[in-house]
């Protein structure tokens, strides 16, 4: 029972336009998304965050967009770098003392120069 | 600062051995997580230390189990090792279990 689902494995972009990842959630006790990026080798990167009391969070290059109602996010990078190509999980935690990370299956962005 | 680091980084094992892994967390970071991530999945929730004390466990079964230390370093430990335990583990630390997680570069477990 996948509670984070990322539906694209893959998506290929051309550098200085836009990626849009998507993320879709079926646990509603979710209140908090995160985004984390991974690089082969290396273990997942936080990149940015979204509490369910806001619609969009923005840093930088950046955004974070969430549709409660829909229980989908998306994160946003404009504009899309060649260093931006890597594995992009999304995550969620609900209330509770441990706060775990529940992950999606990761989308593999690349962007090409 | 110095961020989480994790030992070894590659690791061979057979069918019912057992296996220990370590992770050292970020300095000031009390709370420790551990993820196993299969290939093409992304991380699942093993268990939590806070202080310690285990306070989160996910869907593994008791012959993964873990040790926190007085300096918040932690260990991860499995039993009884199968194939389907191959996978890359990933150890999380923060600074109170509700900041953010951060991430050291994983163990690799191979059972053959």
């Known amino acids: 029972d996948q509670q984070v689902k990322q539906n694209s494995p893959s998506l290929s972009v051309q550098e200085g336009r836009i990626s849009i990842l998507n993320c879709d959630y079926t646990?509603?006790?979710?209140?908090?998304f995160l985004w984390y990026k991974k690089y082969p080798a290396e273990g997942p990167t936080f990149l940015i965050s979204?509490?369910?009391?806001?619609d969009k969070n923005e840093d930088g290059r950046f955004t974070v967009f969430l549709n409660k109602s829909a229980k989908h996010l998306s994160l946003h990078i404009v504009p899309s770098q060649p260093g931006d190509s890597a594995v992009y999980f999304c995550?969620?935690?609900?209330?509770?003392?441990?706060?775990?990370?529940?992950f999606g299956s990761g989308t593999q962005l690349t962007v090409l120069p | 600062e110095t961020g989480v680091t994790q030992s070894p980084t590659h690791l061979i094992k057979t069918r019912g051995q057992q296996v220990t892994l370590r992770c050292s967390s970020q300095?000031?970071?009390?709370?420790v997580s551990w993820y196993q991530q299969a290939l093409g999945q992304g991380p699942q929730f093993i268990f939590q230390?806070?202080?310690?004390?285990?306070?989160g466990r996910g869907n593994f079964p008791p012959r993964f189990s873990g040790l926190q230390f007085p300096n918040y370093s932690s260990e991860l430990n499995v039993n009884a090792l199968e194939l389907d335990d191959s996978a890359l583990y990933l150890c999380?630390?923060?600074?109170?279990?509700?900041?953010?997680?951060?991430f050291g570069p994983g163990t690799r477990l191979l059972v053959l």
């Open positions: 999380a630390s923060r600074n109170g279990p509700g900041e953010t997680q951060y």
């Open positions: 646990n509603s006790m979710f209140d908090y």
């Open positions: 979204i509490s369910s009391i806001k």
């Open positions: 995550a969620a935690t609900a209330p509770g003392s441990a706060r775990q990370l529940t």
């Open positions: 300095s000031g970071h009390n709370t």
């Open positions: 230390y806070y202080r310690e004390e285990e306070n």
